[in-house]
């Protein structure tokens, strides 16, 4: 079945970077986009964008271009989320999402446990 | 990009219907029909009951429902049960390849 397992909580401290991983396994990792979606303190989810596994083709919103990477290895079926300079709006409960289906298809079927990123001195 | 509007919240009694709006732009909702809803309960992973527009994933309550008229996408739950108590979540695709989300609404069934 599909799973996603995302890597472990970190806390940072302020204008430092974090990497969060998420491992897939049950489904052909180059098949389907990943997404990444964060959620603060008693807020809304927010989409932070997308990659194509298959291509390493990415797109971030405009608020996060800057900061934000995201890359895969194919090899270990694993997407990663890079952020940069944290501030303590940074955080969060990150999950990364999977569009499990093809063509236009814009639906998150599978969601990984998320990942707690504290910022704060 | 902003984020599309949602009522804060919403409450209804066991057995009632109520409709959950998502108003965004002609960039997203009014544009393509890729709205999808996720039912959020704290703590879980959301869960996705409704998408492209209308249509319910295999195993989603026909309770659910989705429709859009112009820049505003809606979801109807029937026959509320203390279950559905949860935060709702609307997404679209939008022109710009991004895709955008709804601020979130609280459902409380009363």
């Known amino acids: 079945q599909v799973q996603l397992v995302q890597s472990g909580a970190e806390v940072k401290k302020p204008g430092a970077s974090v990497k969060v991983s998420c491992k897939a396994s049950?489904?052909?990792?180059?098949?389907?986009?990943m997404h990444w979606v964060r959620q603060a303190p008693g807020q809304g989810l927010e989409w932070m964008g997308w990659?194509?596994?298959?291509?390493?083709?990415?797109k971030y919103i405009q608020k996060f271009q800057d900061r934000v990477t995201m890359t895969r290895d194919t090899s270990i079926s694993t997407a990663y989320l890079d952020l940069t300079r944290l501030g303590s709006d940074d955080t969060a409960l990150y999950y990364c999402?999977?569009?499990?289906?093809?063509?236009?298809?814009?639906?998150?079927?599978?969601w990984g446990q998320g990942t707690l990123v504290t910022v704060s001195s | 990009q902003s984020a599309l509007t949602q009522p804060a919240s919403v409450s209804g009694s066991p057995g009632q219907s109520i409709t959950i709006s998502c108003t965004g732009t002609?960039?997203?909702?009014?544009?393509?029909?890729?709205v999808c809803w996720y039912q959020h309960h704290p703590g879980k992973a959301p869960k996705l009951i409704i998408y492209?527009?209308?249509k319910r994933p295999s195993g989603v309550s026909d309770r659910f429902s989705g429709s859009k008229s112009d820049n505003t996408a809606s979801l109807t739950i029937s026959g509320l049960q203390i279950e559905d108590e949860a935060d709702y979540y609307c997404?679209?695709?939008?022109?710009?390849?991004?895709?955008?989300f709804g601020g979130g609404t609280k459902l409380t069934v009363l």
């Open positions: 999402a999977l569009n499990y289906c093809s063509g236009n298809c814009y639906q998150i079927h599978h």
């Open positions: 049950g489904f052909t990792f180059t098949d389907y986009y």
């Open positions: 990659i194509n596994p298959n291509s390493g083709d990415t």
């Open positions: 002609s960039s997203d909702i009014g544009r393509y029909n890729y």
């Open positions: 492209d527009v209308g």
């Open positions: 997404t679209s695709f939008a022109t710009d390849t991004t895709l955008v």
